[in-house]
T-cell receptor
Framework: EAGVTQSPRYAVLQEGQAVSFWCDPI?????LYWYQQPRDQGPQLLVY????????NSQLPSDRFSAVRPKGTNSTLKIQSAKQGDTATYLC????????????FGPGTRLTVL | GQGVEQPDNLMSVEGTFARVNCTYS??????LSWYQQREGHAPVFLSY????GLKDSGHFSTFLSRSNGYSYLLLTELQIKDSASYLC?????????FGLGTRVSVFP
């Protein structure tokens, strides 16, 4: 069974630039999560979807961040105008609806904003 | 709201054990998970507990006391390769809230 895949693995930006992260969850997992993990901290939930619907995006900085999952499979997280404080690893995870305590994480995208 | 607290670091010796503590506060507890995260890698699920008591899974065991808002992960017969960060995550109304993680270092 293929795991969660993410791309790109690394990104380096200047402040003000835009970037998109892509995630392909495990087939059949209806729930998809995006986390931000700054260095030496735990993952912090940004947004999660059940199928194509956003369930909770209360921690997503809405003025610069956006996330979509149009067909309930792959998902894209976009930062419109990056800031140095956005430097972190962005993790995508998926789980079946009934097992949301057991999430399968992708390798992450390590973002550096200069 | 939700809060999850863990010690920053823990050192132990190969062949012995390590206990990683976690205290939490939440408005709606729906279970607690433990994840292992090696440097530069994604978290990997280890265990989930929702009922009080000790859950023995061999190399890893987990304990939960809901009334005290407390859990621990017990790693026995430590090996060098157990050196990693261990994350406690509480499942509440808004999904999983992770602690900062405890970095466990196992020495020969």
């Amino acid at each position: 069974e293929a795991g969660v895949t993410q791309s790109p693995r690394y990104a380096v930006l200047q402040e003000g630039q835009a970037v998109s992260f892509w995630c392909d969850p495990i087939s059949g997992h209806d729930t998809l999560y995006w986390y931000q993990q700054p260095r030496d901290q735990g993952p912090q939930l940004l947004v999660y979807f059940r199928d194509e619907a956003v369930i909770d995006n209360s921690q997503l900085p809405s003025d610069r961040f956006s996330a979509v999952r149009p067909k309930g499979t792959n998902s894209t997280l976009k930062i419109q105008s990056a800031k140095q404080g956005d430097t972190a690893t962005y993790l995508c995870a998926s789980s079946p609806l009934q097992l949301s305590y057991e999430q399968y994480f992708g390798p992450g995208t390590r973002l550096t904003v200069l | 709201g939700q809060g999850v607290e863990q010690p920053d670091n823990l050192m132990s010796v190969e062949g012995t054990f390590a206990r990683v503590n976690c205290t939490y506060s939440t408005s709606g507890f729906n279970g607690l998970s433990w994840y292992q995260q090696r440097e530069g890698h994604a978290p990997v699920f280890l265990s989930y507990v929702v009922l009080d008591g000790l859950k023995d899974s061999g190399h890893f065991s987990t304990f939960l006391s809901r009334s005290n808002g407390y859990s621990y992960l017990l790693l026995t017969e430590l090996q060098i390769k157990d050196s990693a960060s261990y994350l406690c995550a509480v499942r509440g109304p808004k999904g999983l809230t992770f602690g900062l993680g405890t970095r466990v270092s196992v020495f020969p």
